[in-house]
């Protein structure tokens, strides 16, 4: 069992910046892959940033440039960096986690971008 639990989401201005923080249960070192999720109203939940235990990352076209995800092994945590923010990135925003063929979801965090 592996539990997520987000922070850092909030309201920012088109432009800005935010960090969003996944603090996981478990030794994050030994999970297969973490990553970052999304889901707006109206709309499918869809792949932000992924990043695998070897460190490995992918990301989705629209957020190329401007988002990184990284891992804190010694904290058990897992970053999103948002840079240059567009209104079109306000969604909920979900950790994901996979391992040994489970899948666990944290309980979300609103990020909204607006003026």
């Known amino acids: 069992q592996v539990r997520l639990v987000e922070s850092g989401g909030g309201l920012v201005q088109p432009g800005g910046s935010l960090r969003l923080s996944c603090a996981t249960s478990?030794?994050?070192?030994?999970?297969?892959?973490m990553g970052w999720y999304r889901q707006s109203p109206g709309k499918q939940r869809e792949l932000v940033a992924r990043?695998?235990?070897?460190?490995?990352?992918n990301y989705a076209d629209s957020v190329k440039g401007r988002f990184t995800i990284s891992r804190d092994n010694a904290k058990n945590t897992v970053y999103l960096q948002m840079n240059s923010l567009k209104p079109e990135d306000t969604a909920v925003y979900y950790c994901?986690?996979?391992?040994?063929?489970?899948?666990?979801w944290g309980q979300g965090t609103q990020v909204t971008v607006s003026s």
């Open positions: 478990a030794n994050i070192f030994s999970i297969y892959r």
């Open positions: 990043i695998t235990s070897g460190n490995s990352t």
């Open positions: 994901n986690a996979v391992n040994l063929g489970f899948i666990y």
